[in-house]
């Protein structure tokens, strides 16, 4: 599976409602446009959720002042695995379990004052062999072996689905992605690397859904920071599709992957279903189909193979860039 989720939250606006904001896996979440590292979009959280449980994970996110903040590695069912703590000196103490086995880097200048740091982690949840690595601007500043970091006595976690960076969302996050370790790429460290969104500029190859609005355009209506009816596109027939253009990305880095997102909800009492689809060239790529209901609710797929000027239906696309 190797890459599972990333975002970069330029996408994301205070007016997305906070069950739209759930559904792409985003709790406790205030969406701050603008404030991001690169001029794009960053978030106070709250918890990022994972579509699955992770035994083995890597994940980077870039962190605003975290001086003071906890960061928990949840198993949503179990409760916290281990635990990073950030002293107002600029130390990051790592405490699974046990905290006799706690473990705390030197004070790191760069860690207090409102300056975007890369944060990685890099977890092994286990009783007896749990492991974590931490690195602060890809450099490892400490290392966790042979630990318990498996919550539950009886029956313990098989892997952490969450991230709590405070129930307050005191932590301003951006441009963070989790993988774990299977695969052929994109299944270590990845590295400082950010997550733009290009959202839909023009009409592409196909123009096949129906629009609703006061937006003269399909790609305009699909784009709408609400993430609910005030303007949308939708369909009746199955196998309709609807291209939209984006711009390319800003100053042509290597690009990772590419991950649409798609916000989608049925009328029919029947059971409905959509899936994502990207177009370079001539070449279609489709993501997994999945089941809409009455409500609004956010889909993605990760794509990994030529991502190069892609062109998104019915989704805003985000960049996993170098």
């Not at 709250?46 to 002042?65: H, Q, S």
């Not at 004052?113 to 500043?141: D, K, P």
């Not at 991230?163 to 052929?184: E, K, P, Q, R, W």
């Amino acid at each position: 599976m190797a890459l599972i989720k990333c975002a970069g939250f330029d996408y994301l606006t205070p007016l997305a409602s906070a069950a739209a904001l759930a559904s792409l896996g985003f709790t406790n979440a205030t969406m701050l446009p603008g404030l991001g590292r690169a001029g794009g979009g960053a978030a106070k959280l709250g918890e990022i959720n994972f579509p699955a449980r992770l035994g083995t994970f890597y994940c980077g996110f870039a962190i605003n002042n975290p001086s003071g903040i906890t960061i928990n590695f949840n198993d949503s069912t179990k409760g916290t695995n281990f635990s990073l703590k950030f002293s107002t000196a600029g130390a990051i103490t790592c405490t699974p379990q046990s905290s006799s086995a706690a473990i705390s880097s030197p004070p790191m200048a760069v860690i207090p004052g409102a300056v975007w740091q890369f944060l990685e982690v890099y977890g092994v949840i286990a009783t007896t062999g749990g492991a974590v690595t931490v690195r602060v601007n890809e450099t490892v500043v400490l290392s966790l072996v042979s630990a318990n970091t498996a919550s539950g006595s009886t029956s313990p976690s098989t892997g952490v689905d969450q991230i709590d960076f405070g129930s307050l969302g005191n932590a301003i996050v951006d441009d963070f992605y989790v993988c774990d370790n299977t695969g052929a790429s994109l299944n270590n460290f990845l590295g400082n690397t950010r997550v733009p969104a290009q959202t839909p500029n023009g009409v592409g190859a196909s123009t096949q859904w129906t629009p609703t609005g006061s937006a003269s355009f399909n790609w305009q209506l699909a784009s709408n920071p609400y993430m609910d009816d005030s303007s949308y596109v939708s369909c009746a027939t199955p196998g309709d599709i609807d291209l939209y253009t984006v711009s390319p990305v800003a100053n042509s880095p290597q690009i990772l992957a590419v991950q649409s997102i798609v916000v989608a909800r049925q009328d029919d009492s029947g059971q409905r279903q959509i899936k994502s689809v990207i177009q370079s060239g001539s070449s279609q790529a489709f993501g997994a189909v999945v089941n809409t209901n009455g409500s609004y609710a956010g889909h993605t797929d990760i794509f990994v193979a030529d991502p190069t000027t892609p062109r998104l239906s019915q989704v805003l696309p985000e960049f996993l860039e170098m």
